[in-house]
């Protein structure tokens, strides 16, 4: 019933292909929710997510910034009135962010490793396709690695499972992905046809009563 169909004709398909950034905020807040059908109201939802995904890896990024900001500031070592680059970054950041002084150490050090150490790990994050829970949690993995040797060869074998083309990321710092967006959000085949069915309704998960089921069998 759905052999025919083809993402193009359901849905947002720009919200659902626009790469995650400045873009992709400003298509977002261009248009009216209410004029969103089902189908597209779901893209939106997914678009949201990515975008929110990207505003985590911009948060790391300037945290990161920051830090080393303080790092390069003078210090009197034998003042211990004065507080370390690392102390001074976490407690102008508890306020701001409003996090525990935990949480933000925690940030600062996925923020560091993702960014020198899992290049497209941190791409992944920068363009929407992991949260910060999920790149923390691969970061975590990482972590029991003592080859360093090993890391790069581990996490690209990991991107191609979540990537259709791995080269299609930029190694650096840029959080803008090469080649084709469309081809890095893929909506299931499934999801299209129900879409196109109209099926918006849930499946009943109720199960039926046992004298109904016995009159059934009695009756067939």
């Known amino acids: 019933m759905c052999a025919d169909v083809t993402e193009a004709e359901v849905g947002w398909v720009e919200a659902r292909t626009t790469v995650a950034g400045a873009a992709l905020a400003d298509l977002l807040g261009r248009q009216e929710l209410s004029e969103l059908d089902d189908a597209s109201l779901v893209d939106a939802l997914g ?8 505003y985590e890896a911009q948060q790391l990024r300037l945290m990161r910034e920051l830090h080393r900001r303080r790092e390069r500031e003078p210090r009197d070592p034998r003042d211990r009135r004065v507080l370390g680059a690392r102390s001074q970054t976490k407690t102008e950041l508890i306020a701001v962010l409003g996090q525990s002084a935990y ?16 290049p497209k790990v941190w791409q992944l994050l920068c363009a929407g396709r992991i949260d910060e829970y999920t790149a923390g949690r691969i970061d975590d993995e990482f972590s029991r ?13 990991l991107v191609e499972r979540l990537i259709h ?17 469309a081809e890095l959000i893929p909506v299931p085949a ?3 046809c129900r879409w196109r069915a109209g099926w918006s309704q849930r499946p009943s998960r109720s199960k039926p009563r046992s004298g109904s089921t016995a ?6």
Request: charged share 30%; aromatic share 4%.
């Open 47 to 54: 678009a949201l997510r990515r975008q929110a995904s990207f």
């Open 103 to 118: 949480r933000v150490g925690v940030r600062l050090d996925l923020a560091e490793s993702l960014q020198a150490r899992l």
């Open 145 to 157: 690695l003592t080859d360093d040797g090993v890391v790069p060869v581990v996490e690209r074998r």
């Open 165 to 181: 083309d791995v080269d299609a990321y930029d190694e650096s710092t840029s959080a803008e992905p090469l080649g084709d967006p």
């Open 190 to 192: 499934a999801q299209i």
């Open 215 to 220: 009159l059934s069998r009695a009756g067939g």
